[in-house]
């Protein structure tokens, strides 16, 4: 059983940066790929950005490529995701994810990861 919880979230303009941090307990968290997705209003939940076991891959959703980064601290148990020149269509809440499997690839579907938070929610007022 893999725990996560999001914080970080809040209200910020547009051209803002916001840091949102992700904490991991449970079983063991160095074999996870992270990732983090995003749920806007009236809208689907979708990926923003993975990183592998060891933060050596990192993947990203076309739209928030150069804007965000994803990184783990597996001393911490953590995992973040630094965004920067926010934009109104950034709007959403921020969800943690954690996927157990092994895989060749980094996972972008919601239904490769089994654990995730309860989310934080990010605001970006124009």
């Known amino acids: 059983q893999v725990q996560l919880v999001e914080s970080g979230g809040g209200l910020v303009q547009a051209g803002d940066s916001l840091r949102l941090s992700c904490a991991a307990s449970?079983?063991?968290?160095?074999?996870?790929?992270l990732g983090w997705f995003r749920q806007g209003p009236g809208t689907e939940r979708q990926f923003v950005a993975a990183?592998?076991?060891?933060?050596?891959?990192?993947k990203y959703a076309d739209g928030v490529v150069g804007r965000f980064t994803i990184t783990r601290d597996n001393a911490e148990n953590t995992v973040s995701l630094q965004m920067a020149s926010l934009r109104p269509e950034d709007t959403a809440v921020y969800y943690c994810?954690?996927?157990?499997?092994?895989?060749?690839?980094?996972?972008?579907?919601?239904?490769?990861?089994?654990?995730w938070g309860h989310g934080t929610q990010v605001t970006v007022s124009s």
């Open positions: 994810a954690a996927d157990l499997e092994y895989r060749s690839h980094l996972p972008s579907a919601i239904s490769d990861y089994m654990y």
């Open positions: 990183v592998s076991w060891y933060g050596a891959n990192t």
């Open positions: 449970g079983r063991s968290f160095i074999t996870h790929t």
